[in-house]
């Protein structure tokens, strides 16, 4: 028999329970002691499946057992039924725990059994069975007794389920924002500027498989914006409102390539001090942008390859399978058919990826798009410095249409930026003016342009009539200026390299690489 007591306390701790653990330990504690008995286990249905949850007097693997509910008749009749089932002492259906309860290795004795299932609005949650070595144990029990224990049992089970699910919500949710916090959401908003017919094609084609949810790959040299190409497409794609996941797989070491794209569990590796989640699975619902694909080593793109076929992961560590939904967007500066042919990529999952191939043009290749991205760096760049305004000067903006731009988009960004610090000296009633003079870092890497550099800043004019080399003409110009500010400055270099926004050690060093001879007295 079950005491009205013994209900009462069973409520009572059910009702205390804090943690999820706690809960699940605690519901097998009180049925325990409700109904005496020499093991309990609490078990989850999933599908065809039951999973324990907690239990005691069982041997310890228990725990990581799967039990098929259909390979196990006295389950079946379990989970058949709306009401406790008790089986008759010397039943002769095989007991799944056999050979598991502690102390009686080689098998059951005759014992008592019976087994509660746990419904919560008609729907069933799982199971909890109760053995005795007591043959009978369970026969005097009040059926309307077993039927309020099971009632509390599931409404705890079900209160337990929901909490879990909503801490693994939460804790997804914090993981997520953490991502985004370093990628995504430090990242300022932009769009992608180009009336080129380049970027125009490219355009067309972004809109074109945005919401296809196909498997893009992405190719183009560095700096061409290849990431902007993968934010926009997730943008215009059907999983908008999910995350996009930012994944550089040339700079994971090739040891935790697994572990940063499927996540592990504590322990799983040496530094494994914590549980993590993979990329995969903060992307679920959403886009996991795999940048620089081409450096992944080929032991890890077997893995990759598996994850993007089945939509399955596992956890470094873990023995669960775990479903995923993603689209992948893969981006490299490689050409990975010459990475196939010589078989430094896996020829699989080169055609896994490149099921719609985007080339994004070059720089070169965009004409009359460089003034357009000048201006639109300028004026986040007169934002960031708290500029009144921020303009090119005509013969800056002619530089600028004449190099070639080897490092494309990137490389005209930062030259904007270091200009726009030196510029900041020469302000006039609120306008900062970007002069040749300002453009530095474009010498090493300029080539000859397609038309003649005709005409220098007034400041400096050079006795060429017509100046075929544009390398050499910026060379004669920053020579010509250096000696001017040295003359200005009486010869002194800290002075000259303050009047032109330099540092000593770097003015020293462009002097002597232009054959200024850097004495006390300046020659030339």
């Not at 509660?116 to 199971?127: F, R, T």
């Not at 560590?317 to 078989?343: F, H, M, P, S, W």
Request: proline share 4%.
């Amino acid at each position: 028999m079950i005491s009205t007591d013994a209900l009462l306390r069973f409520a009572l701790d059910l009702a205390s329970a804090v943690t999820l653990e706690d809960r699940f330990e605690r519901l097998i504690r009180a049925i325990r002691a409700a109904v005496d008995c020499d093991a309990v286990v609490l078990l989850e249905r999933k599908g065809d499946l039951l999973l324990p949850l907690a239990q005691q007097g069982l041997m310890d693997d228990v725990m990581g057992r799967r039990f098929n509910i259909s390979e196990h008749p006295r389950f079946t009749e379990i989970c058949d039924a709306y009401q406790p089932v008790r089986f008759p002492t010397g039943c002769t259906l095989p007991d799944p725990y056999d050979g598991m309860v502690s102390g009686f290795d080689d098998g059951l004795p005759v014992h008592a059994c019976m087994g509660i299932p746990l419904y919560v609005q008609g729907n069933m949650l799982g199971v909890v069975t109760l053995d005795s070595m007591t043959p009978g144990a369970f026969d005097s029990i009040d059926a309307r007794a077993l039927e309020i224990v099971g009632t509390m049992a599931a409404m705890s089970l079900n209160t337990a389920m929901l909490l879990a699910r909503l801490e693994r919500k939460s804790k997804h949710a914090e993981e997520l924002l953490v991502e985004l916090s370093e990628d995504a959401l430090n990242k300022e908003a932009t769009e992608m500027i180009g009336q080129s017919q380049a970027m125009l094609t490219l355009k067309q084609h972004l809109e074109l498989v945005a919401p296809a949810d196909l498997a893009v790959l992405i190719e183009g040299e560095t700096g061409v914006g290849k990431e902007l190409v993968a934010r926009t497409l997730h943008r215009a794609s059907k999983r908008a409102q999910a995350p996009m996941v930012y994944v550089n797989c040339a700079a994971i070491p090739e040891n935790l390539i697994e572990s940063e794209l499927f996540g592990h569990v504590k322990g799983a590796f040496t530094g494994a001090d914590r549980d993590r989640v993979g990329k995969f699975t903060l992307a679920h619902g959403g886009t996991l942008f795999l940048d620089e694909i081409g450096e992944l080593p080929l032991e890890a793109q077997g893995s990759l390859l598996r994850a993007i076929q089945n939509q399955e992961i596992q956890a470094v560590g873990k023995d669960k399978v775990e479903y995923v939904d993603v689209r992948i967007i893969a981006a490299t500066n490689r050409d990975l058919k010459q990475e196939v042919a010589e078989k430094r990529f896996r020829a699989d999952l080169y055609h896994r990826l490149s099921v719609f191939p985007i080339a994004v043009p070059p720089l070169r290749e965009r004409n009359g798009d460089v003034l357009l991205l000048a201006g639109f760096f300028a004026e986040q760049l007169r934002r960031k410095f708290g500029l009144q305004q921020l303009t090119l000067s005509p013969k800056a903006s002619e530089w600028l249409k004449v190099y070639r731009w080897p490092g494309n988009v990137r490389e005209l960004e930062h030259v904007l930026s270091r200009a726009a610090l030196l510029a900041k000296n020469n302000t006039n009633q609120g306008i900062t003016r970007i002069e040749p003079m300002h453009l530095t870092g474009l010498v090493d890497a300029f080539e000859v342009p397609k038309e003649p550099f005709q005409e220098l800043p007034d400041k400096v004019r050079l006795d060429t009539a017509e100046i075929q080399d544009l390398k050499q003409a910026t060379e004669d110009f920053q020579r010509q200026t250096i000696q001017q500010a040295l003359d200005q400055a009486g010869l002194n270099w800290a002075q000259a390299a303050r009047s032109l926004a330099m540092d000593r050690a770097n003015l020293v060093r462009l002097a002597k690489r232009l054959g200024i001879e850097v004495t006390k007295q300046r020659n030339s």
